[in-house]
T-cell receptor
Framework: AQSVTQLDSQVPVFEEAPVELRCNYSSSVSVYLFWYVQYPNQGLQLLLKYLSGSTLVESINGFEAEFNKSQTSFHLRKPSVHISDTAEYFCAVSLARDRGSTLGRLYFGRGTQLTVWP | KAGVTQTPRYLIKTRGQQVTLSCSPISGHRSVSWYQQTPGQGLQFLFEYFSETQRNKGNFPGRFSGRQFSNSRSEMNVSTLELGDSALYLC???????????????FGPGTRLTVT
């Protein structure tokens, strides 16, 4: 069975401080990894994805995440946060199979509420 | 390119009623998935449709059903509503065909259902 664990439910930080949101997963098969962000009263926005290639992936707004297969982790980091980064962040995995039956299913963690204070 | 749209955005229903939610995927996307989001259970997968066929189903009772039309638009229906069905229902679309890019799912804004 697949599971995703986000170790921190809430992370408060001050503006311009660095932040790391932790994500670990468990799966018996290879996975693809994603981070989604959800702002209040909105849906989920795809922030980052790891499908293949370089284990370090970056977003356009300064977030990065590194896939660590040995530690089954995909932690999200940002060196300097802004107040506008305040949101809930979800880590998710998808089973990396080519058969069509599992393409559409994401397994989500419980989310981490990032609050940035001025 | 327009994103995923969901209608209605907000809905209030009474226990025992039924409800239908609608989702229009991104143009060219053929897969539509539905998720339920609640504070207690988090994000849970309901089902996925591809080319008008249900391809995958989560662990929800039969009161939850869905369908997909030939233009890839999808609807989900919940019959005999219960208080516990109050949630944000999210729809996501993806290409749905073999290839790594198909694993990227794009979400709509959701429909907030309140059951009283």
């Amino acid at each position: 069975a697949q599971s995703v664990t986000q170790l921190d439910s809430q992370v408060p930080v001050f503006e311009e401080a660095p932040v790391e949101l932790r994500c670990n997963y468990s799966s018996s098969v290879s996975v693809y990894l994603f981070w989604y962000v959800q702002y209040p009263n909105q849906g989920l926005q795809l922030l980052l994805k790891y499908l293949s290639g370089s284990t370090l992936v970056e977003s356009i707004n300064g977030f990065e995440a590194e896939f660590n297969k040995s530690q089954t982790s995909f932690h999200l980091r940002k060196p300097s946060v802004h107040i506008s980064d305040t949101a809930e962040y979800f880590c998710a995995v998808s089973l990396a199979r080519d058969r069509g039956s599992t393409l559409g299913r994401l397994y989500f963690g419980r989310g981490t509420q990032l609050t940035v204070w001025p | 390119k327009a994103g995923v749209t969901q209608t209605p955005r907000y809905l209030i229903k009474t226990r025992g009623q039924q409800v239908t939610l609608s989702c229009s995927p991104i143009s060219g996307h053929r897969s539509v998935s539905w998720y339920q989001q609640t504070p207690g259970q988090g994000l849970q997968f309901l089902f996925e449709y591809f080319s008008e066929t249900q391809r995958n189903k989560g662990n929800f009772p039969g009161r939850f059903s869905g369908r997909q039309f030939s233009n890839s638009r999808s609807e989900m229906n919940v019959s005999t509503l219960e208080l516990g069905d109050s949630a944000l229902y999210l729809c996501a679309s993806s290409l749905g065909q073999p290839g790594r890019s198909s694993y990227e799912q794009y979400f709509g804004p959701g429909t907030r259902l309140t059951v009283t």
